[in-house]
């Protein structure tokens, strides 16, 4: 019997989101339905709202989420009712070039639940990256649940379905951060603390953060950064050249997507280092370099997308650390809301007031 919840929808291009019966289908072949404990607000949510990511209103917005599974559907033994999972975006397909290849954190052809949640007047929802978790339940496929440790509490599991993965995997996937690495995170959001976090979990010496917001800094600086520098008063790549001796650091991670950080991170790096790109861009942003000197500066510059992850491996990993007290994701935690204040919190999240509001059902 398809079931009614409660769910944060967006109607329109730029129109206030609100709170919906949301209808959804039993699982079928594959799939899961999903009773959601906690979801992240994130930056993505809003772009899907403002349009900026595509036009298939109406939304189910949500997507950085833990709960328990409710129902499975024929065919899923990798997930039963009554586990505790965090929703991932790239259930892998296990066949497409990435995954043939044995480098399935790239998977081309992730997987999604192929029935519809709708509206009561039969509407066809839109789920934000595939998922869909401001509601009291989603329907996901079953690959996009990962079993973590249960005693973990929701509203911190959840964060690492999206930003702080995508920040902590630009870090130790991406970027390759190893013990004794200078490290410098420009842009100290949830994105970039998850990076310093990571940076200082794969051992780095010194980590250095950067933002024009000196409440942001100070933050960074409780996540583990080592130095700090706005710079909206000083130069970001004098100053990340003279706190490594002249030379840049060995891995930039650029966590706000936009050209003038870009090339900050591009020449802060010393000879043969590498820039990673884990903001992500608007479509009319343009980068102009010198070709002289992405060839003379030498290294790498690589993009991470969801930093990098395999939501099997490192979810539950990380999660397993947290709860050792070997990284605090609970401090990405600003406040917890309810459903009805998702639009709220996209106006806090303006402001730059929060880490990370989570909705808690
Ligand atoms: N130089 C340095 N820092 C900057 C600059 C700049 N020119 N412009 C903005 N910032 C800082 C802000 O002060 C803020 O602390 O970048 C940070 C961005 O953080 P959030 O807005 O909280 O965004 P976050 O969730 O961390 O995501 C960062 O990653 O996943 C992407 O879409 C996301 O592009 C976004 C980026
Ligand atoms: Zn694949
Ligand atoms: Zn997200």
Not at 133 to 138: D, L, P, V
């Amino acid at each position: 019997m398809p079931q009614h919840v409660q769910g944060v929808i967006a109607p329109g291009r730029n129109e206030p989101v609100r709170v919906e019966t949301i209808v959804i289908p039993d699982p079928g072949p594959g799939e899961a339905v999903v009773k959601i404990q906690a979801c992240g607000v994130c930056h993505t949510d809003l772009h899907y709202k403002q349009g900026a990511i595509n036009d298939e209103f109406p939304f189910l917005l949500g997507h950085e989420a833990a709960g328990t599974v409710e129902s499975v559907g024929e065919g899923v033994t990798d997930v039963a009712p009554g586990d505790f999972v965090i929703l991932n975006w790239r259930a892998v397909c296990g066949t497409c070039r990435a995954c043939t290849r044995g480098r399935p954190w790239y998977c081309f052809a992730t997987h999604n639940a192929k029935q519809k949640m709708t509206l009561l007047d039969g509407t066809e929802l839109s789920p934000a990256l595939g998922i869909g978790a401001f509601a009291e339940k989603t329907l996901v496929a079953a690959g996009q649940c990962t079993k973590v440790d249960p005693s973990v509490a929701p509203e911190v599991a959840g964060l690492l379905g999206c930003g702080v993965m995508a920040g902590i995997g630009a870090a130790i996937n991406t970027g390759n951060v190893g013990r004794g690495d200078t490290v410098a995170v420009i842009g100290c959001g949830g994105v970039g603390d998850a990076a310093v976090v990571g940076s200082r979990l794969a051992g780095a010496a010194k980590i250095i953060a950067v933002d024009i917001d000196d409440r942001k800094l100070d933050k960074a600086r409780e996540m583990g950064a080592t130095h700090t520098v706005n710079s909206r008063t000083a130069d970001a790549v004098e100053a990340i050249r003279e706190l490594t001796g002249g030379f840049g650091a060995d891995v930039v991670i650029e966590a706000v997507g936009r050209p003038e950080t870009y090339e900050q991170a591009f020449y802060a790096r010393d000879l043969a280092g590498t820039v990673v790109l884990v903001g992500v861009p608007s479509p009319e942003m343009k980068l102009e370099l010198p070709l002289l000197d992405v060839f003379g500066r030498g290294g790498s510059l690589k993009s991470s997308w969801y930093g990098d992850c395999l939501p099997s491996r490192d979810f539950p990993m990380l999660i397993d650390l947290h709860q050792q007290g070997r990284i605090d994701l609970a401090a990405f935690v600003t406040e917890t809301i309810g459903l009805g204040d998702v639009e709220k919190a996209f106006a806090r999240m303006h402001e730059g007031d929060v880490l990370r509001s989570v909705v808690v059902l």
